[in-house]
């Protein structure tokens, strides 16, 4: 089944390449679904780029937890990414914004596909699918 994969930026803080993101996230989705523990992933997949003004927003409504975060999924098919965070992440981390984006972009897909990160167990089993997925992708040519 096609999946519709729509990216939108909603900042002005950091420059992103959309049609490369594009490509990255249609690429993830076919990875993440073959993963899924609970089935498949919504029809329609909305990715939104974020500042961390907004993100900290929905952080705060949603979830009531203050300040910014990196990803929030809903389930129903909307992920929100902060690109500051992202940017601050890559420095920190020492990778590359792009990278943190995808990392962030299959973060979101693998939540959507039923995978979670409260405990410490899932956690580092959803870190090693997102690595794993990023490598795939990057590696094809």
Known sequence: MNRCVTLVNRQRKRRLDLAACQAFAEAAVERVQKRSPKGSLPEEIGIFFVSDIRISQLHRDFLA???????????H???FISVETADRHAQLFSTSFLQEIHLYIVHGLLHLAGFDDRTERDNKQMAAAQE??????????
């Open 65 to 75: 937890v203050e300040g910014p975060t990196d990803v929030i999924t809903f389930h």
């Open 77 to 79: 098919g909307e992920i």
């Open 132 to 141: 794993e997925i990023v490598r795939e992708i990057g590696a094809s040519p």
